[in-house]
């Protein structure tokens, strides 16, 4: 329980010969990082930009390139790395190396490496839009997909031959993820998943809103997190921009990517949640709606004399409305958030009265922060959690409910 996926990992990266190599070199430090034991080969091509040296210093490993394959050593390189790696990794993959490989060349060391493992490969090409839209990439990229390479197809956007257009080696993040999300056991394949988060907006007048500092993190953190383990994720989202991207791993998964339904106010994220709730196996209520709105909403905008004292009412409880049609085989999950004195209680309480599985509870000092403490009511303990990150706590929530 509570494992990184990259932990004693092997991880082989092939770097081919394209301008967006400089951007692989962050991302073999934080597998590194994260505890994979990595390995590189560099193309013909890769040599012609970078020197391996800053790759062995990166990796900790020798890194591998030309030369080494004919050396007589007594080993046969490519059948040794060939059988290192759990994953596979290429990036930059260029338009040469990608029609080679779709034509089984294994005139260099990458190439006859990929061609005896049996290791899943994930290939992130990069190149000018043209490049990449020519029928001859295109067609070798088919014949890869129909062979179970997982290709990624590049962004769009500036690329380094100074156009715009699709050819972009995705950021380092979204690489990384996608590799985070390879680890992760598909535990809720077919399964449907509601998330509500981030705060929600109760108007005042045309202008001005009661609302609240959410910054929606923890469920973006969650949502992420029943992706990698292959649900249908629905987001009912209150905030404003998500806290980062869900990585493209749906084709590779074939499942849906994660359907994010913005929202405003309470009682919209309330309708969205009621039409989503009842197919979901888990429901987590990981927003921070606002508990009060005012009895009015003014037209226009206030003259700042017209109105001194707001009449306030109670929105929508989301949570306790949908507990009241849960069924046995579901699942959720809920957050409380409390002032310090009175946390356990208030948890407990809500916990009973809303009828979820687990609770977190989790002092106000959460409410943007990266790291917190936090106290997880399951059905049978009460465990805590101190200065664990956001990140960690939404894995653990889904191993703690067995999904
Ligand atoms: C400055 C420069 C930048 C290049 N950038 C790319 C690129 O981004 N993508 C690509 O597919 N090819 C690019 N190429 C072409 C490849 O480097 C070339 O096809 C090379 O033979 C690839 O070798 P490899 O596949 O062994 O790495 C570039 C070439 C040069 C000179």
């Known amino acids: 329980m509570f494992a990184n996926?990259?932990?004693?990992?092997?991880?082989?990266?092939?770097?081919?010969?394209?301008?967006?190599?400089?951007?692989?070199?962050?991302?073999?430090?934080?597998?590194?990082?994260?505890?994979?034991?990595?390995?590189?080969?560099?193309?013909?091509?890769?040599?012609?930009?970078?020197?391996?040296?800053?790759?062995?210093?990166?990796?900790?490993q020798k890194a591998y390139t030309e030369e080494d394959f004919f050396k007589p050593t007594g080993e046969i390189l490519h059948i040794e790395l060939a059988n290192f790696?759990?994953?596979?990794?290429?990036?930059?993959?260029?338009?040469?190396?990608?029609a080679k490989l779709a034509s089984g060349q294994?005139?260099?060391?990458?190439?006859?490496?990929?061609?005896?493992?049996?290791?899943?490969?994930?290939?992130?090409?990069?190149?000018?839009?043209?490049?990449?839209?020519?029928?001859?990439?295109?067609?070798?990229?088919?014949?890869?997909?129909?062979?179970?390479?997982?290709?990624?197809?590049?962004?769009?956007?500036?690329?380094?031959?100074?156009?715009?257009?699709?050819?972009?080696?995705?950021?380092?993040?979204?690489?990384?993820?996608?590799?985070?999300?390879?680890?992760?056991?598909?535990?809720?394949?077919n399964h449907k998943v509601l998330i509500t988060g981030g705060p929600t907006k109760e108007y005042i007048d045309e202008v001005r809103c009661i609302t609240n500092d959410s910054s929606g993190k923890m469920a973006f953190l969650l949502a992420k997190e029943a992706y990698y383990r292959g649900a249908e994720v629905y987001l009912i989202w209150g905030g404003k921009d998500l806290p980062g991207v869900f990585p493209r791993i749906n084709e590779f998964l074939g499942i849906p990517y994660p359907k994010v339904f913005p929202v405003s106010t309470t009682k919209e994220m309330l309708e969205?949640?009621?039409?989503?709730?009842?197919?979901?196996?888990?429901?987590?209520?990981?927003?921070?709606?606002?508990?009060?709105?005012?009895?009015t909403a003014f037209k226009g905008k206030l003259k700042k004399q017209e109105v001194l004292t707001l009449d306030l009412e109670l929105t929508e409880d989301i949570a306790k409305t949908l507990s009241s049609q849960k069924k046995p085989d579901q699942i959720t999950i809920g957050f409380a958030l409390e002032n310090p004195e009175n946390l356990e209680k208030y948890a407990l309480t809500k916990k009973q009265e809303k009828n979820f599985d687990l609770i977190v509870a989790n002092p106000i000092s959460t409410l943007?922060?990266?790291?917190?403490?936090?106290?997880?009511?399951?059905?049978?303990?009460?465990?805590?959690?101190?200065?664990?990150?956001?990140?960690?706590?939404?894995?653990?929530?889904?191993?703690?409910?067995g999904v």
């Open 5 to 60: 996926g990259f932990k004693g990992k092997n991880v082989l990266v092939g770097l081919t010969g394209g301008i967006a190599i400089y951007k692989v070199c962050e991302l073999i430090r934080k597998f590194k990082n994260s505890g994979a034991n990595v390995k590189v080969i560099l193309s013909k091509g890769a040599e012609k930009f970078v020197t391996p040296l800053l790759f062995a210093s990166l990796s900790g």
């Open 85 to 98: 790696p759990d994953v596979v990794v290429i990036a930059p993959a260029t338009a040469s190396f990608i």
């Open 106 to 189: 294994a005139d260099e060391l990458l190439l006859s490496t990929l061609l005896a493992t049996k290791a899943p490969v994930y290939i992130f090409p990069a190149m000018n839009t043209n490049m990449w839209e020519h029928p001859a990439t295109q067609r070798n990229i088919e014949i890869l997909k129909t062979w179970g390479y997982r290709i990624y197809e590049p962004a769009s956007g500036i690329l380094a031959c100074d156009t715009t257009g699709k050819g972009r080696l995705p950021e380092v993040e979204e690489i990384f993820e996608t590799l985070q999300a390879h680890f992760v056991k598909k535990t809720l394949l």
């Open 272 to 295: 969205v949640a009621k039409r989503i709730f009842p197919k979901c196996r888990l429901a987590i209520f990981a927003a921070a709606p606002c508990d009060f709105r005012p009895k």
């Open 368 to 401: 943007s922060a990266e790291i917190s403490d936090f106290i997880v009511f399951t059905p049978k303990d009460k465990l805590y959690f101190n200065q664990v990150s956001k990140d960690y706590l939404a894995k653990v929530l889904f191993d703690l409910v």
